[in-house]
């Protein structure tokens, strides 16, 4: 599960530094799919990775002003602020804890918390595909969504 997250984490950054070149009214701008603009997708895969995170720790989630981040420097700080949280407990997962029920606030269900983790790095990659639709509407070159090559199983895991 931890390299699935390192990969999100890295394209996630490589999109961060991708939109570094977009004017601010191209990043901002509302278009069609996903959360409506590059800036409010990437502010929502943040929000639903740690709110999800917090449901599986038991933790009151926490709602993100979004307000508050409205630079794209905002969101990479939001992001990477997250990070030790988030590894910490990944770092705890173990196959015991795969079949373990938990609910989120914001659902009347329950789920099994290896369905969460799997549902948290799905969510975000189906978003990264939207930005590469957008990126190429742009008549842009998208991040690579490629795992391979990426060195990812070779990097120790207490990063």
């Keep these: 599960m931890l390299t699935l997250f390192r990969y999100n984490w890295q394209v996630r950054d490589e999109w961060f530094d991708w939109c570094e070149q977009l ?3 191209e990043y901002i701008k509302q278009r069609t799919g996903g959360a ?3 800036h409010e997708t990437l502010l929502h895969i943040i929000d639903v990775e740690y709110s999800w995170i917090r449901a599986l720790e038991a933790k009151s989630d926490i709602e993100i002003d979004f307000k508050g981040f409205e630079s794209l420097q905002r969101v990479r700080e939001l992001s990477e602020r997250y990070h030790p949280e988030i590894f910490a407990f990944l770092q705890k997962w173990t196959s015991d804890m795969e079949n373990l029920r938990c609910s989120a606030p914001w ?4 789920f099994t ?5 799997r549902h948290i790095i799905a969510h975000e990659i189906h978003h990264v ?3 590469s639709v957008w ?3 742009l ?3 998208p991040v690579s969504a490629n795992l391979i090559g990426r060195g990812l199983m070779e ?3 207490n990063d």
């Design 23 to 25: 004017p601010q009214e």
């Design 36 to 38: 409506g603009s590059f």
């Design 107 to 110: 659902l009347d269900d329950e």
């Design 113 to 117: 918390r290896g369905e969460v983790l």
């Design 129 to 131: 595909g939207q930005l």
């Design 135 to 137: 990126a190429r509407d």
């Design 139 to 141: 008549d842009l070159r």
């Design 155 to 157: 990097k120790p895991v």
